[in-house]
């Protein structure tokens, strides 16, 4: 428990001194949610903008930490060999990914309590806040995210991994609903949107805000679908190095 804990604070402080994870994991979030709330200039819908935007900035913040902070970090670590080193030392492998996990969810925690702030800064109120769809949407966006990005970095080059988990955030970044109101995309686009994992999050965090009266059933399906597909992927093709045999 003691090594778990000192590897956990080590990660932290990692992400603290990196400029670059800060400005993914929290400025970002901040600057999407501040910016399209006050500047009218996408369509949310019906009601305040802020309203329609938390939820959706709530799991790009999810989605930035658990997918492209974790991949990134785990995937040069991976093809600079620290990987390997690391997890032959007594911390042990699973001891290093659940430090890796423990750290992801308590930048996630911070990341909501300074986004819910701004967002009553704006006018949004937490009176009609569901918190179990709130932690069906953590738990199961944080194990789908955690997958997904573990198993690009635990599969490709560390350039390649880059490449990859930026290409994945804008791509779910713009066609997930989370920004930009489904409702107001094409059909198919909309489809496309309800079926991926950030999509399903967004829908799951407006029933959990109060913005939306949508059943849970439907998304929460999705996200579990995601996660056991990402993580069992994961399990089955995670190599510690590139020069690992069961690349």
Same mark, same amino acid.
């Given at each position: 428990?003691?090594?778990?804990?000192?590897q956990?604070?080590?990660?932290?402080?990692?992400?603290?001194?990196?400029?670059?994870?800060?400005?993914?994991?929290?400025?970002?979030?901040?600057?999407?949610?501040?910016?399209?709330?006050?500047?009218d200039?996408?369509p949310t819908?019906?009601?305040?903008?802020?309203?329609?935007?938390?939820?959706g900035?709530?799991?790009?913040?999810l989605?930035?930490?658990?997918?492209?902070?974790?991949?990134?970090?785990?995937?040069?670590?991976r093809?600079?060999?620290?990987?390997?080193?690391l997890?032959?030392?007594?911390?042990?492998?699973?001891?290093?990914?659940?430090?890796k996990?423990?750290?992801?969810?308590?930048?996630?925690?911070?990341?909501?309590?300074?986004?819910?702030?701004?967002?009553?800064?704006?006018?949004?109120s @937490? /009176?009609?806040?569901? *918190?179990?769809a $709130? %932690?069906? #949407?953590? !738990?199961? +966006?944080? @194990? /789908?995210?955690?997958? *997904?990005?573990? $198993? %690009?970095? #635990?599969? !490709?080059? +560390?350039?390649?991994?880059?490449?990859?988990?930026?290409? $994945?955030?804008?791509?779910? !970044?713009?066609?997930?609903?989370?920004?930009?109101?489904?409702?107001?995309?094409?059909?198919?686009?909309?489809?496309?949107?309800?079926?991926?994992?950030?999509?399903?999050?967004?829908?799951?965090?407006?029933?959990?805000t109060?913005?939306?009266?949508?059943?849970?059933?439907?998304?929460?399906?999705?996200?579990?679908?995601?996660?056991?597909?990402?993580?069992?992927?994961?399990?089955r093709?995670?190599?510690w190095s590139p020069?690992?045999?069961?690349?």
């Open positions: 428990m003691k090594q778990w804990r000192a956990t604070l080590a990660e932290l402080r990692l992400l603290a001194r990196n400029g670059e994870q800060l400005l993914l994991t929290i400025g970002i979030p901040v600057l999407l949610l501040v910016f399209f709330s006050v500047v200039v996408l819908g019906e009601g305040d903008a802020i309203d329609f935007l938390l939820p900035v709530l799991a790009i913040a989605m930035s930490t658990a997918m492209v902070s974790l991949g990134i970090a785990t995937g040069f670590e093809s600079y060999g620290v990987l390997k080193r997890g032959a030392t007594p911390l042990g492998r699973p001891r290093l990914i659940a430090a996990v423990a750290s992801v969810v308590s930048v996630q925690v911070f990341q909501f309590v300074v986004l819910a702030i701004i967002a009553a800064l704006l006018g949004w @937490a /009176s009609d806040m569901n *918190i179990a $709130l %932690l069906i #949407g953590f !738990l199961f +966006g944080t @194990a /789908s995210f955690v997958g *997904i990005g573990l $198993l %690009l970095a #635990g599969t !490709l080059r +560390g350039e390649i991994n880059l490449a990859a988990q930026n290409g $994945l955030y804008l791509l779910m !970044l713009l066609l997930s609903g989370m920004i930009i109101d489904a409702d107001s995309m094409p059909a198919a686009l909309n489809s496309l949107a309800t079926a991926l994992p950030s999509g399903a999050l967004a829908t799951i965090f407006r029933t959990a109060g913005h939306s009266s949508d059943a849970l059933a439907g998304p929460t399906m999705v996200l579990i679908a995601w996660s056991a597909a990402a993580l069992t992927l994961t399990g093709n995670f190599s020069s690992d045999s069961r690349r």
